[in-house]
């Protein structure tokens, strides 16, 4: 099928733009953790406001991303998984997307499979990818959420820092993305995703998130003064 003559088609996005995204969405979503958690100095008026605006924002872009190709749609249903294992899908700036995105999947694969202007390509073993994406996805996101939780009062910093930062994922992930390199993965996954998107997406999500969680006292500095 040709491709969109947009550039803003998530079709045309390359692999090295889709890298550049996750960073994005990883802020994003910390974004709407701390509006959810009310932890910035707003008055509620503000909050209300914001968090509106925050929660249509992610939604767009939390579904253009995703249709970008199948390891950043698999992507996005493990970060839904994420937010229910995390506990977070009690507040509606996760909840909106979370329900929202997963419709407008449907309505896509029903009515625009083999539409030009989005890159998921439902052909061969398409199930088997998605599949295999979200699991890896939920499995890491399922040992981050317990392990942190789990980890959160241990005595060695550097072993609370390892599992507040979430770095499992990243370091699951790169032992599986070096052996998938290898040809070592049994039952065929070295060959059932990119694996290389598979560890640089998350790892700049995980950036992005902590680059908002660094700021959130800048920010609340700032309102104070």
């Avoid at 910390?30 to 924002?57: P, R």
């Avoid at 994420?82 to 329900?99: E, F, Q, R, T």
């Avoid at 939780?149 to 770095?167: A, G, K, S, T, Y």
């Amino acid at each position: 099928t040709k491709k969109s003559s947009s550039s803003f088609a998530p079709s045309n996005i390359t692999r090295q733009q889709a890298v550049a995204y996750s960073f994005v969405m990883g802020f994003l979503l910390k974004w709407n953790d701390v509006l959810g958690d009310k932890e910035i100095l707003f008055t509620e008026e503000q909050f209300q406001v914001a968090a509106l605006i925050s929660t249509i924002c992610f939604c767009a872009v939390e579904i253009h991303f995703s249709l970008i190709n199948m390891e950043l749609y698999g992507m996005m249903l493990g970060l839904i998984s994420g937010c229910l294992l995390g506990g977070k899908l009690d507040i509606y700036v996760h909840v909106v997307p979370s329900v929202f995105a997963p419709i407008v999947h449907l309505l896509i694969f029903f009515f625009f499979k083999n539409a030009s202007w989005h890159g998921l390509d439902y052909s061969g073993s398409w199930a088997k990818k998605l599949l295999v994406v979200f699991s890896h996805v939920f499995f890491v996101a399922a040992v981050d959420e317990i392990t942190h939780e789990f980890f959160e009062d241990h005595p060695n910093d550097f072993i609370r820092m390892f599992f507040d930062r979430r770095l499992f994922s990243d370091t699951y992930t790169v032992i599986v993305w070096l052996l998938s390199t290898k040809k070592l993965l049994p039952f065929g996954l070295s060959d059932a995703c990119n694996w290389t998107a598979m560890f640089f997406c998350p790892l700049t999500f995980g950036w992005g998130y902590d680059l908002m969680r660094a700021l959130k006292p800048v920010i609340n500095d700032y309102l104070s003064s």
